[in-house]
């Protein structure tokens, strides 16, 4: 035990503000919520336990529930590869070694800090609205213009279209990525004639599996967890027609509009485990696709 403490206690040290943080401010809501999404509490009386009737009311007559999950899927299926793909492109490109890469890191790196900011949202609905900028560069070209937000069809879309301007922090991640891979394997692969898009899918691809791997997990959590954009675009109600219904957005109206807190706590717990399954599965599938250097047959 003493060797594995003085090995490890660098590494535990630094930790120790994230231990900290979780069992005095994260470990007591996390048990008060799982205890309240067995019970009926409108956060003015006490919890009254009504043991799995949140749990069946969610999957046998809560359309709702189900519409959000709709949303949130297809948003997660569209905004996860789009975002991915953006960000791959983007660090590709940046990779040639350019002179002012530094500022060009920067520059791309920006629109993920504001993305989810409030502003952000509000700029995002004034663009697309009717009236808005892009309509306005449409007509420009004699095209007419859709209502973008306004419309159940397009309105998903425009929130698919701000993922993808958020590729910053997966961008740095993939050029780190590229970085890592030695310059010698493209060179042989030029003397052996190989297109660039064979090198592209044979080498490039393969040899940054494990980076593609880390973005897939985090962006797929991030994903499932927007709310801030889609709750600022459909003023807080899912619309139009509920198709910016996201799963966050219907739980946080259940929590704090309507005060069903019981029912929103089982609402999290809910997804808590639907982003467990799709990590889980993306691990497991991981062994199939993603090699790592270290790894001996």
Avoid: C
């Amino acid at each position: 035990m003493k060797k594995f403490f003085r090995r490890n206690a660098p590494a535990y040290v630094f930790l120790s503000p994230w231990f900290v943080g979780f069992f005095l401010l994260a470990l007591g809501p996390i048990l008060a919520s799982m205890y309240l999404s067995f019970t009926r509490y409108d956060m003015v009386g006490d919890p009254r336990w009504v043991g799995l009737d949140n749990y069946e009311y969610m999957f046998e007559r809560d359309r709702r529930f189900w519409k959000a999950l709709e949303v949130t899927f297809t948003y997660v299926a569209l905004a996860v590869p789009a975002r991915l793909a953006m960000a791959l492109g983007v660090a590709m490109l940046l990779d040639k070694g350019l002179r002012t890469i530094g500022l060009y890191r920067a520059i791309f790196y920006l629109p993920s800090l504001l993305g989810s900011s409030i502003a952000i949202a509000i700029l995002w609905r004034q663009l697309f609205s009717v009236d808005g900028v892009v309509n306005q560069v449409l007509a420009k070209f004699g095209i007419e213009g859709a209502a973008w937000i306004s419309d159940p069809n397009t309105s998903l879309y425009t929130l698919v279209i701000l993922a993808m301007w958020q590729f910053g922090s997966p961008m740095l991640i993939f050029l780190a990525g590229l970085r890592g891979i030695p310059r010698d394997l493209y060179e042989a692969a030029e003397i052996d004639g190989t297109s660039k898009r064979r090198q592209f899918f044979r080498i490039t691809l393969p040899l940054l599996a494990p980076v593609i791997f880390f973005n897939l997990v985090l962006q797929t959590i991030e994903a499932f967890k927007t709310f801030s954009s889609a709750f600022i675009i459909s003023n807080g109600t899912g619309a139009p027609a509920d198709s910016l219904l996201f799963y966050t957005v219907y739980l946080f109206n259940e929590a704090f509009k309507f005060f069903r807190m019981g029912y929103a706590s089982a609402l999290a717990w809910v997804l808590l485990l639907i982003i467990g399954f799709f990590t889980a599965v993306t691990f497991f599938t991981s062994k199939y696709w993603v090699h790592y250097e270290n790894e001996r047959d």
